[in-house]
Nanobody, 124 residues
Framework: QLQLVESGGGLVQAGGSLRLSCAVS????????MGWFRQAPGKEHEFVAA????????YYADIAKGQFTISRDNAKNTVYLQMNSLKTEDTAVYYC?????????????????WGQGTQVTVSS
């Protein structure tokens, strides 16, 4: 069974940057696809980005394109979400997720393992 722990959230001014990390333990990290989701106040969970375990294929939601970058370091069993040019609308709890699949999905039901979330707050 996988365990996922997010970190790197915090308070940042609009226009600033943060890098979120998700440390994975329990199984071979390279065998799992990884995704990032977020939930803003008063809104539903939404997909942000995902990366496959082989080939390095990435997927981005429209709200993330050109602003966020997902990457993984298999040697460190860690997936990252680099967030640049942050806006107040990016304020949310960010969750990482994993699944034993080849192709990364964009829906919550496609992921069997979840972290506890990390808060990102963007001020104006």
């Amino acid at each position: 069974q996988l365990q996922l722990v997010e970190s790197g959230g915090g308070l940042v001014q609009a226009g600033g940057s943060l890098r979120l990390s998700c440390a994975v333990s329990g199984r071979a990290f390279s065998r799992y696809v990884m995704g990032w989701f977020r939930q803003a106040p008063g809104k539903e969970h939404e997909f942000v980005a995902a990366i496959s375990w082989i080939g390095g294929n990435t997927y981005y939601a429209d709200i993330a394109k050109g602003q966020f970058t997902i990457s993984r370091d298999n040697a460190k069993n860690t997936v990252y979400l680099q967030m640049n040019s942050l806006k107040t609308e990016d304020t949310a709890v960010y969750y990482c997720a994993a699944d034993r699949a080849v192709v990364a999905g964009t829906e919550r039901y496609q992921y069997n393992y979840w972290g506890q979330g990390t808060q990102v707050t963007v001020s104006s």
